[in-house]
């Protein structure tokens, strides 16, 4: 396994997951009742399998959708995961290296839009719950376009709200008050799972993200809602004009 370091998590959202990175696994899985397991499946699924095929991981963290992807599909022949934070990255390393992935991947820690990667090089360029925490959401878009060869697909993962009027105010309410309580408790750092809250809250729905990949370049974007709707994976494709 390759480890490459472009940037250090100098900004304040990458120091932020620094911080929170020793619990952010068991926090992830205890804050999702386990459904985050289903979710990155669910995207690891939609990969293409007819053929070898190239993948980036944005936004990588500790590497449990890059894992998804690796174990779902064999035919990747070649992985990248790139993360902000080398602290999420080095637990990534670990954890790739207890499932025998190494051969496979390359780590690069470097802001998403400071990659230094060529055009056109992946198959697919997925990202899940990272693009909500990037300063500038088309541009980073703009970004995974430029990285997928014609014919590529976007693939993210992110937090959404329901369109369910009830749902949606049991979501809130969980969000607002007991994701920052929990994740105060467990990990010490109230401002990283309020953070998460306001970072959701804030975020384009359905059909504004959906809007922004078309304004990229993708094509045929289709969303796919699950549980309820407080989470969607977006896909996109790359096709010559």
Excluded at 109 to 133: K, Y
Excluded at 163 to 168: D, E, G, L, P, Y
Excluded at 208 to 230: K, Y
Aim: proline share 3%.
């Amino acid at each position: 396994m390759k480890s490459v370091s472009r940037q250090s998590s100098e900004n304040s959202v990458g120091r932020m997951f620094d911080r929170i990175a020793p619990d952010y696994d068991k926090l992830n899985h205890i804050l999702s009742f386990g459904m985050d397991f289903y979710w990155r499946a669910k995207l690891a699924g939609m990969a293409d399998r007819k053929k070898q095929i190239k993948v980036l991981d944005l936004a990588a963290g500790t590497g449990d959708l890059l894992i998804a992807l690796l174990r779902k599909n064999p035919n990747i022949i070649e992985a990248v995961g790139l993360d902000i934070s080398d602290n999420m990255l080095a637990i990534c390393r670990k954890k790739i290296a207890s499932y025998n992935l190494a051969g496979r991947i390359t780590t690069i820690c470097s802001d998403v839009n400071s990659s230094g990667l060529p055009d056109n090089t992946f198959d697919i360029v997925a990202m899940g719950f990272g693009i909500r925490n990037t300063p500038d959401v088309l541009k980073t878009l703009s970004e995974i376009y430029r990285l997928l060869k014609q014919s590529g697909s976007a693939l993210i993962l992110e937090f959404s709200m329901p369109s369910n009027k009830v749902i949606k105010f049991f979501y809130l309410f969980y969000l607002r008050y007991w994701v920052p309580f929990i994740g105060r408790i467990i990990s010490g750092d109230k401002e990283a799972y309020g953070y998460l809250n306001s970072s959701i809250e804030k975020f384009c729905n359905r059909e504004e993200f959906s809007s922004l990949m078309r304004e990229a370049g993708f094509q045929n974007v289709i969303t796919f809602p699950l549980t309820f709707g407080i989470v969607c994976i977006y896909k996109g494709s790359k096709t010559n004009m």
